[in-house]
């Protein structure tokens, strides 16, 4: 009754820039690209025991707000069972300015620091 890390997502100005160099520095490929946003990660694919790393496009990063955040996925149980764990746990539901159709949830750990539960990502989206 767990979850894992599973990205790394890191607010950036250059994807592409810091996709290559992420990918040189730690021997990653690209995985996959949402937008401008670029995913890398271990050449075997998602759902290794290392995390992939998101690179997000943001015009400007905000100074006040962390640009590193964790997302987790159940290893053993589905999204709505996790978020009810992670709740009784401490977790708390944050705001970060979500539409509420997002497929995954925003939560703070005790001590505000935002993360994500994503939906379990078995294969490469």
């Given at each position: 009754?767990?979850?894992?890390?599973s990205?790394?997502?890191l607010?950036?100005?250059d994807p592409e820039?810091?996709?290559?160099?992420w990918?040189?520095?730690l021997?990653?490929?690209e995985?996959?690209?949402?937008?401008?946003d670029?995913e890398?990660?271990?050449?075997e694919?998602?759902?290794?025991a290392?995390p992939t790393?998101?690179l997000?496009?943001q015009?400007?990063?905000?100074p006040?707000?962390?640009?590193?955040?964790?997302?987790?996925?159940?290893?053993?149980r589905d999204?709505?069972?996790?978020?009810?764990?992670l709740?009784g746990?401490?977790a708390r539901p944050?705001?970060v300015?979500?539409t509420?159709?997002?497929?995954?949830?925003?939560?703070?750990?005790p001590e505000?620091n935002?993360?994500?539960?994503?939906?379990?990502?078995?294969?490469?989206?």
């Open positions: 009754m767990t979850s894992r890390i990205e790394l997502v607010e950036c100005r820039l810091l996709a290559r160099f990918c040189e520095v021997d990653f490929v995985l996959d690209r949402d937008g401008e670029i890398i990660g271990p050449r694919g998602f759902g290794g290392q790393i998101v997000s496009k015009e400007r990063p905000q006040d707000r962390t640009r590193l955040h964790i997302d987790v996925n159940a290893t053993d999204q709505d069972a996790e978020l009810e764990r709740l746990l401490g944050a705001d300015g979500q509420g159709e997002e497929s995954w949830h925003v939560l703070a750990d505000g935002v993360f994500c539960l994503l939906r379990r990502r078995l294969d490469p989206l």
